[in-house]
């Protein structure tokens, strides 16, 4: 076949698949030129999901009575212009793109009055060819209504889903932009029913609430950003008790703009790591504010992506605000207590919570006295404590009291982020049961020393002081090929947590140390086993540039006391009050609770003194 030129229309039908992609895309286009435009009011009307109607109204500065036509030729725009500095846009559009995109697959009906204007213009446009144009009666704003998307071309019409589905991504869609800019109004109407309506009263709180409802906007946690510095992090972050199954729920910024970069998000789940189980995710809504010459906004046709010049500082950025967050406002989790059925009230399963959020019965935060004490319970008499809770000699990270006199370093203060607790004693051989100030407290005794145990071995390997246990003999480990890609290239992380691992021919390894904490007499023989276990449960969980850090958790895990394991009154107290040291005391590593809180005007409630 020849080479020639396109014809006009078809190479308008084939751009317009850069950035027009299904009605979400339309709405996406829409919405941002109308944010460009000032809009403080956006209303988006949609029928059969999008396929049969689009409308999207604004109260903007409008499009002059002169520029109609010409807002729909390619690459006609109003917001960059020769002396522009593509690195620097601040403006949503900037490609002149999206209107005629638009109009080269659907009829489309533009009505617009400019601030100033005495009368409005109406433009009508068939699969790009201008039809009619005639003034109009309408406020300041524009009105865009769109028609018969993909109806010239067939092979994409197929491609797009049930209406239903296509109303979910538009949906989704408003729900990132109302969060994102709280300052603006939105109302999404699909066939004549009200889906979202955002209150545009400038709380970030309130359109989170306009979104997701109250009891996840009650959950939220407030991050502050910093105005002094060039990189900051802004917006809101869920507590330990709400999570989702999806990151559907995370909505992140640059400069104002809604993008959609994975780094960011994974900055975002990587600071809850070990807040979170495996497998959850957080609701947030994070606003990065970046220098505008810092952030490459001309990457994608449909501006939904951005790059970074500096992409490590933002990610550090990030995990910092939002692990601060996290490690200030951590609490313990309440105990849901099933609620006796009424003739109103009919007995149910579950929480009832949609968004996977524990049922949260008493205050959001508590405050606990901090210096309060217990009378001590009488040791058991003869009670011998096991090595597996009394053998470490330190505790948590490098800056907790006794972790640092276990590294020869001088103590600094110790937040107090648990109250002071009364063991009263074990059930089942799995829980520890705990007097407090206010209640009852339930440990997950393995929960409970895993978090210890990780605290313990990450703060030795960020001082070069983790030990190692040397074997009589070593022993020779055969691995599969991927645990002897691991070993490879992983060496450095698990030098610094204490293994010493040598080559012995192409798929076998001469394990010559372990770190000390996996050295007990109960698994002489067997270390190379664990070291098999350990790369495959690694290699399982971590994500990319986590290894490291999924190594400590495995390892925490294994060293940790199980479910079942019979402990002393006196094992009992060293694991909690090690506990109380922690640093994030909460959770274990993987995200699990380490213990629930039965306050006292429930077990009041119950019988029946209240």
Same mark, same amino acid.
């Given at each position: 076949?020849?080479?020639?030129?396109?014809?006009?229309?078809?190479?308008?039908?084939?751009?317009?698949?850069?950035?027009?992609?299904?009605?979400?895309?339309?709405?996406?286009?829409?919405?941002?030129?109308?944010?460009?435009?000032?809009?403080?009011?956006?209303?988006?009307?949609?029928?059969?999901?999008?396929?049969?109607?689009?409308?999207?109204?604004?109260?903007?500065?409008?499009?002059?009575?002169?520029?109609?036509?010409?807002?729909?030729?390619?690459?006609?725009?109003?917001?960059?212009?020769?002396?522009?500095?593509?690195?620097?846009?601040?403006?949503?559009?900037?490609?002149?793109?999206?209107?005629?995109?638009?109009?080269?697959?659907?009829?489309?009906?533009?009505?617009?009055?400019?601030?100033?204007?005495?009368?409005?213009?109406?433009?009508?446009?068939?699969?790009?060819?201008?039809?009619?144009?005639?003034?109009?009666?309408?406020?300041?704003?524009?009105?865009?209504?769109?028609?018969?998307?993909?109806?010239?071309?067939?092979?994409?019409?197929?491609?797009?889903?049930?209406?239903?589905?296509?109303?979910?991504?538009?949906?989704?869609?408003?729900?990132?932009?109302?969060?994102?800019?709280?300052?603006?109004?939105?109302?999404?109407?699909?066939?004549?029913?009200?889906?979202?309506?955002?209150?545009?009263?400038?709380?970030?709180?309130?359109?989170?609430?306009?979104?997701?409802?109250?009891?996840?906007?009650?959950?939220?946690?407030?991050?502050?950003?910093?105005?002094?510095?060039?990189?900051?992090?802004?917006?809101?972050? $869920? &507590?330990?008790?709400? !999570?989702? +199954?999806?990151?559907? #729920?995370?909505?992140? *910024?640059?400069?104002?703009?809604? =993008?959609?970069?994975?780094?960011?998000?994974?900055?975002?789940?990587?600071?809850?790591?070990?807040?979170?189980?495996?497998?959850?995710?957080?609701?947030?809504?994070?606003?990065?504010?970046?220098?505008?010459?810092?952030?490459?906004?001309?990457?994608?046709?449909?501006?939904?992506?951005?790059?970074?010049?500096?992409?490590?500082?933002?990610?550090?950025?990030?995990?910092?605000?939002?692990?601060?967050?996290?490690?200030?406002?951590?609490?313990?989790?309440?105990?849901?207590?099933?609620?006796?059925?009424?003739?109103?009230?009919?007995?149910? $399963? &579950?929480?009832?919570? !949609?968004? +996977?959020?524990?049922? #949260?019965?008493?205050? *959001?935060?508590?405050?606990?006295? =901090?210096?309060?004490?217990?009378?001590?319970?009488?040791?058991?008499?003869?009670?011998?404590?096991?090595?597996?809770?009394?053998?470490?000699?330190?505790?948590?990270?490098?800056?907790?009291?006794?972790?640092?006199?276990?590294?020869?370093?001088?103590?600094?203060?110790?937040?107090?982020?648990?109250?002071?607790?009364?063991?009263?004693?074990?059930?089942?051989?799995?829980?520890?049961?705990?007097?407090?100030?206010?209640?009852?407290?339930?440990?997950?005794?393995?929960?409970?020393?895993?978090?210890?145990?990780?605290?313990?071995?990450?703060?030795?390997?960020?001082?070069?002081?983790?030990?190692?246990?040397?074997?009589?003999?070593?022993?020779?480990?055969?691995?599969?090929?991927?645990?002897?890609?691991?070993?490879?290239?992983?060496?450095?992380?698990?030098?610094?947590?204490?293994?010493?691992?040598?080559?012995?021919?192409?798929?076998?390894?001469?394990?010559?140390?372990?770190?000390?904490?996996?050295?007990?007499?109960?698994?002489?023989?067997?270390?190379?086993?664990?070291?098999?276990?350990?790369?495959?449960?690694?290699?399982?969980?971590?994500?990319?540039?986590?290894?490291?850090?999924?190594?400590?958790?495995?390892?925490?895990?294994?060293?940790?006391?199980?479910?079942?394991?019979?402990?002393?009154?006196?094992?009992?107290?060293?694991?909690?009050?090690?506990?109380?040291?922690?640093?994030?005391?909460?959770?274990?590593?993987?995200?699990?609770?380490?213990?629930?809180?039965?306050?006292?005007?429930?077990?009041?409630?119950?019988?029946?003194?209240?």
């Amino acid at each position: 076949m020849p080479i020639r030129v396109l014809s006009e229309g078809l190479a308008s039908r084939i751009a317009a698949g850069e950035v027009i992609e299904r009605p979400a895309s339309v709405v996406k286009e829409l919405v941002e030129n109308s944010l460009d435009a000032g809009a403080t009011r956006v209303e988006v009307r949609v029928r059969d999901g999008g396929a049969k109607e689009v409308t999207v109204s604004d109260n903007g500065c409008g499009i002059a009575p002169g520029e109609i036509e010409l807002a729909f030729e390619r690459f006609a725009t109003s917001k960059i212009d020769e002396s522009s500095d593509l690195t620097g846009i601040r403006t949503l559009g900037f490609r002149g793109e999206a209107l005629p995109s638009i109009a080269s697959v659907a009829h489309v009906e533009a009505v617009s009055r400019a601030a100033g204007s005495d009368e409005a213009v109406r433009l009508e446009l068939d699969y790009g060819r201008v039809k009619r144009r005639v003034a109009a009666g309408a406020p300041q704003g524009t009105t865009v209504r769109v028609e018969g998307l993909f109806k010239n071309v067939p092979a994409r019409l197929k491609f797009m889903g049930s209406p239903g589905a296509e109303l979910g991504r538009v949906h989704q869609l408003l729900n990132h932009l109302a969060l994102v800019n709280p300052g603006v109004a939105f109302k999404l109407i699909s066939d004549d029913e009200v889906r979202l309506a955002s209150p545009g009263n400038g709380d970030r709180l309130a359109a989170l609430a306009a979104v997701y409802g109250g009891k996840v906007a009650a959950a939220m946690l407030t991050i502050e950003g910093d105005n002094a510095s060039a990189f900051s992090v802004s917006g809101l972050v $869920s &507590g330990l008790d709400l !999570s989702r +199954g999806n990151r559907s #729920y995370i909505t992140v *910024a640059v400069n104002g703009r809604w =993008v959609q970069n994975r780094r960011l998000s994974f900055a975002l789940e990587q600071a809850y790591t070990g807040f979170l189980p495996e497998r959850r995710f957080p609701v947030a809504v994070l606003d990065i504010r970046a220098p505008t010459d810092d952030v490459d906004v001309n990457v994608h046709p449909a501006k939904s992506e951005v790059r970074f010049l500096r992409e490590d500082l933002v990610y550090s950025t990030i995990q910092r605000a939002v692990r601060g967050a996290l490690t200030e406002t951590g609490t313990v989790r309440a105990m849901q207590l099933p609620r006796q059925p009424t003739a109103s009230t009919p007995a149910r $399963s &579950g929480n009832g919570d !949609s968004f +996977g959020a524990a049922a #949260y019965t008493g205050p *959001a935060q508590r405050s606990f006295a =901090v210096g309060a004490t217990w009378p001590s319970l009488p040791a058991q008499p003869g009670a011998t404590p096991q090595p597996d809770i009394k053998q470490e000699a330190s505790k948590g990270p490098e800056h907790s009291p006794v972790a640092a006199a276990a590294l020869g370093k001088p103590a600094s203060p110790q937040k107090q982020v648990l109250p002071v607790l009364r063991v009263i004693g074990q059930a089942h051989a799995t829980y520890i049961f705990a007097e407090g100030p206010d209640g009852v407290y339930m440990i997950d005794q393995h929960a409970a020393h895993e978090r210890v145990i990780y605290e313990e071995i990450k703060a030795k390997v960020a001082a070069h002081a983790a030990e190692s246990q040397p074997l009589m003999e070593p022993e020779a480990v055969e691995l599969a090929p991927a645990q002897a890609r691991a070993v490879e290239e992983q060496g450095a992380a698990l030098s610094a947590a204490g293994f010493l691992v040598e080559p012995f021919g192409p798929r076998t390894v001469l394990l010559r140390a372990v770190p000390r904490l996996l050295a007990s007499p109960g698994r002489d023989g067997r270390l190379g086993e664990w070291l098999v276990k350990l790369l495959d449960e690694t290699s399982e969980r971590a994500h990319a540039g986590a290894w490291q850090e999924s190594l400590l958790n495995t390892m925490a895990c294994h060293a940790a006391v199980r479910a079942g394991q019979k402990l002393s009154i006196e094992e009992c107290r060293e694991l909690i009050a090690r506990l109380e040291m922690a640093e994030q005391p909460h959770t274990c590593p993987h995200g699990r609770p380490t213990l629930m809180h039965l306050p006292s005007g429930h077990l009041d409630r119950q019988f029946g003194r209240r």
